[in-house]
């Protein structure tokens, strides 16, 4: 029986087309061994909580480089809730002020990943705290 | 000396003195390349031109093909436009920055929009909550650009706007403000970026689909051949590509591909190229090694003259032109120690100069972290002053020219340009490469390529992956710029204050005639025009467009 892959949405919520930084994280990911849906740039909330609960994913990671994390992070939290999937690893990463971070960590996001940070050492991350659901 | 001596002294040189060195101590690497992969010697000399002909490839400035410079006296006429990149929160906010800025002496402006007036949408759509103001100024009506533009004459001062899908409406808004200043549209300077296909490949604030989108990209070109004689219509930009992790040849063959497109479609539409191709402007980014980014800008004018003057015919010199506004690719700027990126940001400036720019954008240190701040912004505008003025770079013509290095490189990048535009011309062209995903996987690889060699410590980032601090002394991010969140309330009320004031059966009417000038596929600036003076907002404007045209949505490469 062959154990689950780690299943990963990678996602771009909001109006910013910066995919650059999300796409080598996706495929850093891919490559360490996961199965990761990146979202294509300019989702809506529920675009992206639809994703998650439908690919049935154990992370969703959001990339932000414009500044609105701390309005959208809060709201797709909330809809994985109301989703029932309250339970999925939630990361965020781009550019974000250290002094965001406890405001982001304390809404529910697991880890924050700043700008120069390997991929590889989030991929590291995922598989050493990620929870996977089992069937 | 001939090429047989020259072979032979440094056939001695390796033998009798490198090797001696090279035995005792070695080189820092194996091997060297440049930032794009281009294998950098050891040494180059007159052997590495040979075949080439000074009169031929490089001849002189203002002249075909271009390599030395778009104008014959270039910065000892006049230096080039200092052109940094501002606007955010409300119009009142971008309208103060700018009158400080023109008071340093920054000749020409550069508005940067919010998220939302990008991709069309008002201040008060859902999808706009959170972006406005953010990352530019907020524009919904006339109102916020009369407002941007106050005190400001426009008649002296040219401004350049990065707008793509919208381009044609904040067109519009501007040629309505001068005519509210009594500035008649004849007389106004200035560039819409209005480049839609990079908003496919790179930058994302695309709206319409690829055949509306171009049209729309054509009306303004059409519209300012006739009427706005002294716009530039289309600046065909490379500068997004290399954002998304394009290498230097990569950019510049997808850019001269744009541009190939651009002017097949002009044309179809019966405008002739002598007639709109001197309008056209271009952009490419300043990244990180020098000597090949001022080949890159010496090898494009040289091949688009080529490409405008054997494929398109072009008889009038000014068509040949490869005019640019270039500037700091804000990706090679980092968050760690950051004011290093103030020498980073010089070396952007110096390869502007040194490539010989007709406008120049230099980024602030704290870019890469929130809107920049006064002094950052002054510091900015400094740095391109103080190498305007200060160190001699602007008394000569193309200082660099001669290097056999430079002129090695030029002719490289040139040939590997080359190769990209055959191969997308037997794919169809740029648009089919674009759907076929050839286009987006090329700009990934180099991407991934590049992720790789810093992540190895191949490639050394001072700061990232080579003398990093703990902690970053120097720095706080009180220092910065905070948002201010109540510039999306504040400018949702103007909206509506707006819209409760305007003459409402007005603003019906001219979106009526929008959608009917749509059916007839007529140019759309002149009903555009008439739209936005009764402060149609843009959201509207945009609405009738999606509801005639839908909307793109862009495939994903990993």
Same mark, same amino acid.
């Given at each position: 029986?062959g154990?689950?892959?780690?299943?990963?949405?990678?996602a771009?919520?909001?109006?910013?087309?910066?995919?650059?930084?999300?796409?080598?994280?996706?495929?850093?990911?891919?490559?360490?061994?996961?199965?990761?849906?990146?979202?294509?740039?300019?989702q809506?909330?529920?675009?992206?909580?639809?994703?998650?609960?439908?690919?049935?994913?154990?992370?969703?990671?959001?990339?932000?480089?414009?500044?609105?994390?701390?309005?959208?992070?809060?709201?797709?939290?909330?809809?994985?809730?109301?989703?029932?999937?309250?339970?999925v690893m939630?990361?965020?990463?781009?550019?974000?002020?250290?002094?965001?971070?406890?405001?982001?960590?304390?809404?529910?996001v697991?880890?924050?990943?700043?700008p120069?940070?390997?991929?590889?050492?989030?991929?590291r991350?995922?598989k050493?705290?990620?929870?996977?659901?089992?069937? | 000396?001939?090429?047989?001596?020259?072979?032979?002294?440094?056939?001695?040189?390796?033998?009798?003195?490198?090797?001696?060195?090279?035995e005792?101590?070695?080189?820092r690497?194996?091997?060297?390349?440049?930032?794009s992969?281009?294998?950098?010697?050891?040494?180059?000399?007159?052997?590495?031109l040979?075949?080439?002909?000074?009169?031929?490839d490089?001849?002189?400035?203002?002249?075909?093909?271009?390599?030395?410079?778009? /104008?014959?006296?270039?910065?000892?006429?006049?230096?080039?436009?200092?052109?940094?990149?501002? +606007?955010?929160?409300?119009?009142?906010d971008?309208? %103060?920055?700018?009158?400080?800025?023109?008071?340093?002496g920054?000749?020409?402006?550069?508005v940067?929009?919010?998220?939302?007036?990008q991709?069309?949408?008002?201040?008060?759509?859902?999808?706009?909550?959170?972006?406005?103001?953010?990352v530019?100024?907020?524009?919904?009506t006339?109102?916020?650009?009369?407002?941007?533009?106050?005190?400001?004459?426009?008649d002296?001062?040219?401004?350049?706007?990065?707008?793509?899908?919208?381009?044609?409406?904040?067109?519009?808004?501007?040629?309505a403000?001068?005519e509210?200043? +009594?500035v008649?549209?004849?007389?106004?300077?200035?560039t819409?970026q209005?480049?839609?296909?990079?908003?496919?490949?790179?930058?994302?604030?695309?709206i !319409?689909?690829?055949?509306?989108?171009?049209?729309?990209?054509?009306?303004?070109?059409?519209?300012?051949?006739?009427?706005?004689?002294?716009?530039n219509?289309?600046?065909?930009?490379?500068?997004?590509?290399?954002?998304?992790? *394009?290498?230097?040849?990569?950019?510049?063959?997808?850019t001269?591909a744009? *541009?190939?497109?651009?002017?097949?479609?002009?044309?179809e539409?019966?405008?002739?190229?002598d007639?709109?191709?001197?309008?056209?402007?271009?952009?490419?980014?300043?990244?990180?090694d020098?000597?090949?980014?001022?080949?890159?800008?010496?090898a494009?004018?040289?091949?688009?003259? %080529?490409?405008?003057?054997?494929?398109?015919?072009?008889k009038?010199?000014?068509?040949?032109?490869?005019?640019? /506004?270039s500037?700091?690719?804000?990706?090679?700027?980092?968050?760690q120690?950051p004011?290093?990126?103030?020498?980073?940001?010089?070396?952007?400036?110096?390869?502007?100069?040194?490539?010989?720019? =007709?406008?120049?954008?230099?980024?602030?240190?704290?870019?890469?972290?929130?809107?920049p701040t006064?002094?950052?912004?002054?510091?900015?505008?400094?740095t =391109?002053?103080?190498?305007?003025h200060?160190?001699?770079?602007?008394?000569?013509?193309?200082?660099?020219?001669?290097? /056999?290095?430079?002129?090695?490189?030029?002719d490289?990048?040139?040939?590997?340009?080359?190769?990209?535009?055959?191969?997308?011309?037997?794919?169809?062209?740029?648009?089919?490469?674009?759907?076929?995903?050839?286009?987006?996987?090329?700009?990934?690889?180099?991407?991934?390529?590049?992720?790789r060699?810093?992540?190895? +410590?191949?490639?050394?980032?001072?700061?990232?992956?080579? !003398?990093?601090?703990?902690?970053?002394e120097?720095?706080?991010?009180?220092?910065?710029?905070?948002?201010d969140?109540?510039?999306?309330?504040?400018?949702?009320?103007?909206?509506a204050s707006v819209?409760?004031?305007?003459?409402?059966?007005?603003?019906?009417h001219?979106?009526?005639?929008?959608?009917?000038?749509?059916?007839?596929?007529?140019?759309?600036?002149?009903?555009?025009?008439?739209a936005?003076k =009764?402060?149609?907002?843009?959201?509207?404007?945009?609405?009738?467009?999606?509801?005639?045209?839908?909307e793109?949505?862009?495939?994903?490469?990993i």
């Amino acid at each position: 029986m062959g154990e689950r892959k780690i299943r990963v949405l990678i996602a771009k919520v909001g109006l910013d087309g910066h995919d650059r930084g999300a796409k080598i994280v996706a495929r850093t990911l891919s490559d360490s061994g996961m199965e990761v849906i990146f979202t294509g740039i300019r989702q809506t909330v529920g675009e992206v909580v639809n994703a998650a609960v439908q690919e049935d994913v154990d992370v969703v990671g959001m990339s932000f480089l414009s500044g609105d994390h701390l309005v959208l992070v809060p709201k797709v939290l909330k809809g994985l809730k109301e989703a029932g999937r309250g339970d999925v690893m939630v990361l965020v990463g781009g550019v974000i002020l250290k002094g965001h971070i406890p405001q982001l960590l304390g809404m529910g996001v697991q880890k924050v990943f700043l700008p120069g940070i390997p991929p590889a050492e989030i991929a590291r991350y995922i598989k050493g705290n990620v929870v996977s659901r089992s069937r | 000396m001939g090429a047989k001596e020259i072979r032979e002294g440094v056939g001695k040189w390796e033998k009798n003195t490198l090797r001696r060195t090279l035995e005792a101590s070695g080189e820092r690497k194996e091997e060297f390349f440049t930032e794009s992969g281009i294998p950098v010697k050891r040494l180059y000399t007159p052997l590495d031109l040979e075949g080439s002909d000074y009169v031929r490839d490089l001849a002189f400035p203002g002249e075909y093909p271009y390599t030395r410079g778009v /104008y014959p006296s270039m910065y000892r006429g006049r230096l080039w436009t200092m052109r940094n990149y501002a +606007g955010f929160g409300t119009a009142e906010d971008t309208n %103060k920055r700018f009158r400080y800025l023109l008071k340093q002496g920054m000749p020409g402006l550069s508005v940067a929009f919010d998220l939302p007036t990008q991709i069309g949408y008002d201040s008060d759509h859902p999808m706009a909550e959170g972006a406005v103001g953010r990352v530019g100024v907020a524009v919904d009506t006339l109102a916020d650009m009369e407002t941007i533009f106050e005190g400001i004459p426009l008649d002296e001062v040219s401004t350049s706007m990065t707008i793509n899908a919208p381009a044609t409406v904040l067109l519009a808004m501007y040629i309505a403000v001068g005519e509210k200043q +009594g500035v008649s549209q004849e007389k106004l300077m200035g560039t819409t970026q209005n480049d839609i296909l990079k908003e496919f490949i790179a930058r994302g604030t695309y709206i !319409f689909p690829p055949e509306p989108s171009i049209k729309l990209v054509l009306d303004i070109v059409e519209y300012c051949y006739k009427h706005v004689p002294k716009w530039n219509t289309l600046s065909i930009t490379g500068y997004h590509f290399r954002e998304a992790g *394009a290498n230097a040849i990569q950019e510049l063959a997808f850019t001269l591909a744009d *541009a190939v497109l651009y002017i097949e479609k002009a044309r179809e539409r019966g405008l002739d190229v002598d007639d709109f191709a001197p309008r056209l402007s271009y952009s490419l980014g300043c990244h990180r090694d020098l000597f090949e980014e001022v080949a890159k800008y010496r090898a494009a004018r040289r091949l688009f003259a %080529k490409i405008v003057k054997e494929r398109f015919q072009a008889k009038k010199a000014a068509s040949y032109l490869f005019r640019t /506004y270039s500037g700091s690719c804000g990706s090679t700027l980092i968050p760690q120690q950051p004011l290093n990126n103030i020498v980073r940001v010089t070396m952007h400036a110096l390869m502007g100069i040194l490539g010989g720019h =007709q406008a120049i954008h230099t980024a602030c240190w704290d870019e890469g972290y929130a809107i920049p701040t006064e002094a950052s912004a002054r510091l900015a505008l400094r740095t =391109q002053q103080i190498l305007a003025h200060e160190c001699g770079l602007c008394d000569t013509i193309d200082p660099l020219a001669g290097s /056999y290095y430079v002129e090695h490189l030029t002719d490289e990048i040139e040939r590997q340009a080359s190769e990209y535009l055959k191969k997308i011309d037997d794919m169809g062209g740029i648009l089919a490469a674009i759907q076929n995903g050839f286009v987006y996987k090329e700009i990934q690889r180099s991407s991934v390529e590049l992720q790789r060699r810093i992540d190895s +410590g191949e490639k050394t980032i001072v700061g990232l992956n080579k !003398f990093t601090m703990e902690d970053e002394e120097g720095f706080e991010e009180k220092d910065i710029f905070e948002f201010d969140p109540h510039a999306e309330i504040l400018q949702k009320e103007k909206l509506a204050s707006v819209k409760a004031r305007r003459n409402g059966e007005e603003v019906t009417h001219a979106l009526r005639s929008l959608a009917e000038a749509i059916d007839r596929n007529e140019n759309l600036m002149p009903t555009i025009i008439h739209a936005v003076k =009764q402060y149609a907002s843009l959201g509207e404007i945009c609405g009738v467009m999606r509801e005639k045209w839908g909307e793109f949505r862009s495939p994903t490469y990993i």
